[in-house]
């Protein structure tokens, strides 16, 4: 029940996704960056953030009620879906003559602000493994 409960937790459900979007969202602004000079090139982007809270009910309706669990056998709320990352091409925008549509300065602040958003998760993730671990050890709840 215990273990049940740990593993169903949104801070190990939500943050390694959070954390899975950031590394792929990387490895996209990287390929921008590399493809800066390439005629016709596109750019992509990673689409999470708004799938994860279509999932969770944010920001469909604001009159929307809140969903409340009032029994342990009833199914978990906002943990059904499964919102992974998604990338999207952006090729309704033409920067440049050559049909390119990369923007350096915006793909190296985007860049910038990965890393931060990656290490905020990290960082959360981490105390939250560290509480349980002084949790179990310390034998407290």
Do not use: W
């Not at 215990?2 to 979007?21: E, F, H, K, V």
């Not at 602004?29 to 953030?49: G, L």
């Not at 920001?59 to 929307?64: E, L, T």
């Amino acid at each position: 029940m215990i273990l049940d409960q740990i593993m169903s937790s949104p801070s190990l459900n939500y943050l390694p996704r959070g954390m899975a979007a950031a590394s792929l969202r990387h490895e996209v602004i990287s390929n921008n960056i590399a493809n800066v000079n390439t005629p016709n090139f596109k750019r992509s982007a990673v689409n999470f953030e708004d799938l994860l809270a279509k999932e969770l009910g944010i920001g469909d309706n604001p009159n929307k009620l809140p969903i409340v669990r009032t029994h342990d056998r009833h199914l978990p709320v906002g943990q059904i879906g499964g919102a992974m990352p998604r990338i999207e091409e952006d090729d309704s925008t033409t920067m440049r003559v050559d049909n390119n549509n990369v923007d350096i300065d915006i793909e190296m602040a985007g860049l910038a602000k990965n890393q931060l958003y990656y290490n905020s998760m990290a960082t959360e993730l981490n105390g939250y493994i560290q509480r349980l671990k002084n949790t179990i050890t310390s034998g407290q709840s």
